[in-house]
């Protein structure tokens, strides 16, 4: 009924480029730092939080924040992000206004259907644009206010803290236009940001709701994974009673973990919980032997174990792999998970020598450290994705097989036939094409058809040794194959090339 309806804050996503500024706006406004900790200056997980500020009426309204990486390793978090999320903020810079990950941000957003705002960023730099960045946001098919469009934007300095009132107000006056609302007397249903194994904690998620209320006590169900809210968290880390629709907020306690992206629903007990996931027929995706890209039948195939921090993390590395494997040589992921990288991984790796174990954001437990050692079986860990699909790709180059190419560089055309002994002939012919060396291999041409092979292993131009007979150039030749060569022959003489 709708009458149960009640009003719930809006959950606002910030794309853009990666050095447009989207991570300084969102500390500006939560006021704490998350780029100082993070690897290469990149953020790379989904985080939220929930601020407030006054609306029109000078009535203070929640809003939801969440943090998605706007490297272009993680495109699929990104859309993750989009469709989490009611609201999205276009970060552009005013310096480098529009480039190939704003636009990529952009469709993400059109797609998902959700309406947006633009944050023209940046403008207290010395090279500041905001003309410009408008009218090749509006050639790009973002039609601005006061442009021939309806699209709302700010223009801010999200270091300073210029235009962040105007931006925040814009997003009240979206959410008002477009009445987000919830049922708090349903059942919580929403979905999951994230998911990890804590290695004290046991699995954890982060997760926010789109309907109903949580209350502790309740069971939570996604996909084949079920957690009470016994230890049930805001996105402070304080331990709460209950969460509404569109406020993050964290569960520990998962018997499995949970797919990042899934929808997750709650329930009153656990038997109900465990009812219905044996009510479920569709199974879980396997990953294991998952063989990436297209590769044809005769590709060689790289075993690959992969360990990451979060489920996030291998999604996002699964992707970058993706782009870097061929027809002709792949990767086999023979097992992947969160946590550390462990003893029974280097089992695997020490029974198969061609095994890759790689771990990202982890570190390796002693054992599997000490086998890594004492086997010099192949291990490593990274922080920075960009690394890793570095190193990956110099090992597919190293293993890739190597193909032989054969190049003509001279044809001859058989004239006369002097002698035969054994293999050899001496003959005597034309140079036709390129040019012919004392030593070359060839290919027996007869009505354009290969019937053999053979060698030089003399030859004469105008009856005195020579090593090279150019183009046009009769010459006499001491020809070594299995293939008695006639008159009409041609003789195509080749170089084999390995790449």
Do not use: W
């Not at 408008?134 to 801010?156: C, F, R």
């Not at 230890?231 to 009673?241: A, M, R, V």
């Not at 996002?316 to 023979?334: G, H």
Request: hydrophobic share 40%.
């Amino acid at each position: 009924m709708e009458t149960n309806k009640t009003k719930r804050p809006a959950v606002v996503v910030v794309m853009g480029h990666i050095d447009h500024g989207k991570s300084t706006l969102l500390d500006y406004i939560r006021k704490t730092n998350v780029t100082g900790g993070e690897a290469g200056g990149i953020t790379q997980h989904i985080s939220s939080y929930v601020v407030e500020h006054k609306n029109e009426k000078g009535e203070m309204e929640k809003i939801t924040f969440l943090d998605t990486p706007g490297h272009a390793a993680f495109t699929s978090i990104r859309e993750r992000g989009a469709l989490v999320a009611d609201i999205a903020i276009l970060v552009v810079s005013a310096e480098d206004s529009v480039k190939t990950q704003t636009l990529e941000a952009l469709k993400t957003i059109t797609d998902s259907g959700i309406p947006y705002v633009v944050a023209i960023n940046k403008i207290d730099k010395a090279g500041a644009n905001p003309e410009k960045t408008k009218l090749d946001l509006v050639t790009a098919g973002v039609y601005l206010e006061g442009m021939g469009g309806d699209i709302s934007y700010a223009e801010i300095s999200a270091k300073v803290g210029t235009g962040i009132d105007h931006l925040l107000e814009l997003i009240l006056l979206v959410a008002e236009v477009s009445d987000f609302t919830y049922d708090p007397k349903a059942k919580a249903e929403g979905i999951i940001i994230e998911s990890k194994l804590d290695p004290k904690r046991g699995v954890q998620a982060s997760l926010i709701a789109k309907e109903g209320t949580l209350n502790k006590g309740d069971f939570v169900l996604v996909g084949e994974a079920i957690c009470s809210t016994k230890i049930l968290e805001n996105y402070l880390g304080k331990q709460i009673d209950s969460v509404s629709a569109s406020i993050p907020f964290a569960l520990t306690g998962f018997d499995a973990l949970p797919p990042v992206g899934a929808i997750f629903t709650s329930y009153s007990s656990k038997k109900e919980a465990e009812a219905a996931r044996a009510d479920q027929t569709k199974n879980p995706r396997k990953y294991d032997q998952q063989v990436l890209g297209n590769p044809n039948a005769t590709a060689k195939v790289v075993p690959l174990i992969l360990r990451a921090d979060t489920a996030g993390s291998l999604e996002a590395i699964e992707k970058e792999l993706e782009k870097i494997v061929t027809e002709d040589i792949t990767f086999k992921i023979t097992s992947k998970g969160i946590g550390n990288i462990n003893e029974n991984d280097m089992k695997l790796a020490v029974a198969d020598p061609n095994m890759l174990v790689i771990g990202f954001h982890v570190k390796a437990d002693p054992n599997a450290v000490d086998m890594h050692l004492k086997n010099n079986s192949f291990m490593e860990v990274f922080n920075i994705i960009y690394k890793l699909t570095e190193r990956l790709a110099a090992i597919l180059e190293e293993r890739r097989p190597r193909k032989q190419f054969e190049e003509v560089i001279g044809t001859i055309k058989i004239l006369k036939v002097f002698s035969r002994t054994k293999e050899r002939q001496v003959v005597g012919g034309r140079v036709t094409s390129g040019r012919v060396t004392s030593n070359a291999h060839f290919r027996i041409l007869r009505r354009e058809e290969e019937v053999s092979r053979g060698s030089i292993v003399g030859m004469q131009v105008a009856k005195i040794s020579a090593k090279v007979a150019e183009e046009n150039t009769e010459c006499g030749l001491l020809v070594e194959s299995k293939f008695e060569v006639a008159p009409g022959d041609v003789l195509e003489c080749i170089v084999s090339t390995t790449k």
